[in-house]
């Protein structure tokens, strides 16, 4: 069981901005990818067509706004000490981004499963982002 | 002293989209808001006057994502029988997305305590969001 | 009956901008209704598949608009006086950018009547509007 | 002396959307081009430099959207015939876009000088607008 | 026979801005309306709903790409002595960018063909651009 | 010497874009840095503090565009047995849309030398890319 957000300290935000701010929060991608996840679901329980369109054009923008999110972190953020202490941070950052793309990402199907797979690589990116930010 | 946000519980994520899909996060305001406290302080730090111009050009962006946020979770996410419960509720969104406006708020200003004060509205925001996630 | 506009004198028009500058309409909205009410007979009229497709494409884009420009209204235009001397306003907004949005709005019918009742809202918000300038 | 809006009929609006849905506007150009005359204004009347840099910011938009707008109508509305009718249309757009552009029009200067001429051509696009209409 | 491009001396790239910065290129037009060609290919070979509808969203965008390009040119780049010395060019734009649309062209369809004449158009415009870039 | 485009023959373009429809193309994120370039000689060569500011919005929207082309070949056309074959493309990729960033990039600089930089990591990338599609 997981414990309703409200109830966990939530006191510090990160976003990005390329002035850079230096605000960054894998959070924005997580979200735009969680609701990729409920697209799904409710694709797969509702077959109107209209609706069934219009949950189309919504993933495909929920999707190429994960990878945006991405691509951000992976440039922005990551600098060159991080990449040589995560040798693996290059491959997980196109991996997640091609996850969430047209050539068999969440853009090209609706089954529920490639949006889990998404979502486990974004928290594999959180953990080394979080690691960072403490270090 | 706050604890980094690495040593809490973040396993659940909250998104918005029209289709709708359930999934909506205050988060996403606050991210955007944080941004603009940093892009004031360094702003602040910094006169070389293509970095104030840079400045002023991207928090004007991160403004607008705000308001689009905030309008996202007022018209998308709360329904009649929240308005009825919060009925201070329509007043703080008018109140926090004109402090990320033009005409006094964070878009005119450089100076951070309009962006404290955009954080503190989005918090009261927050704070009612998920008590109604929690009922 | 009524009359065609090109024989109505139309020298002033408002538009909006954050700067700000002063200059807002409810055409901008009333214009993008409009639009999404002449789809919804468009898509009634032609069963073919990748025309309805489009046409829930750019039905989607529309009802975008529509809230966008009210929600500028909202938040940019509108101050405290007016909100006080239309306390229906806020519920009025609320109302108008549900019915362009996804949860029983345009975004969610092809149902042409739902534009009507869009259309309906933004004439009264308009009536208000210009009453307010010409205060 | 001009009428206020209000008390003209204001029944009727139009739209545009390539779908296409057949609903046209020249106000939607005219609305953009008022703000960015009201711009100019502000900018004479205002030396604070953030203030300064907001304004060239917010009419680089607006001016871009004033070209679109009327890219939309020479594009989409315009047919074969309007141009055999109306020999002087295409010239007339070429003229009123670059003139809300970066090449000497409103993109390039603050002048309000530049923002009178955009208005008078987009009144001459309208004229023959709703003439065409009415045909 | 055509050679890979890759064969070829590509050492200037041109693009556009509206600073202006004089660098433009009809290439830019011409890449997103082989992609339309290439999107109606795919399109033609695979009957699977989400397929389709995905490539119906994806060619809406790039075919306003297309249009957005070559407003570009027509607008920013041509000045009236080019105007004089090719007199075919305003209709050509009128043309080419239809052909971009929803009127009749790819937005319109799936048939290759309006493409094909899309990227005709295209080339004829390109030949004159660079006739008048060598001038 | 460099012969002038037109010499050449250049009859096929490529795109991207997520279907995937198989059409990228490096040149469409060489034509935005050359704009980059040619702002950063306008910039040097005009002190007009107007034209200065607008010089600086528009090679913010350069910069960004590069780096969302160069994203796009990162994550959607180079496959796994592209980087095998060439393991320095991550960081190539990485360093390039760095080059067209904030933290010491195209956007923090109005000094031409980083505009080369850039120009010369996408030919780089180019020139790699050129030779996988011949294979």
């Known amino acids: 069981m997981r414990l309703p957000r409200i109830l966990t300290p939530r006191t510090v935000a990160y976003a990005h901005c390329d002035l850079p701010c230096g605000v960054y929060d894998p959070a924005q991608a997580r979200i735009e990818a969680e609701s990729i996840k409920a697209i799904d679901e409710k694709y797969a329980a509702n077959t109107d067509p209209e609706f ?74 959180a953990k080394i982002f979080w690691e960072t930010k403490q270090a």
């Open 52 to 125: 069934r369109t219009r949950a189309l054009i919504i993933k495909e923008q929920r999707s190429e706004l994960v990878k945006h999110h991405l691509w951000v972190l992976w440039t922005d953020y990551f600098k060159p000490p991080h990449f040589e202490k995560y040798p693996q941070l290059h491959q997980l950052f196109n991996d997640a981004t091609k996850l969430a793309g047209g050539g068999g990402g969440t853009k090209a199907t609706t089954d529920g499963s490639k949006a889990d797979e998404l979502l486990q690589k974004i928290d594999e990116i």
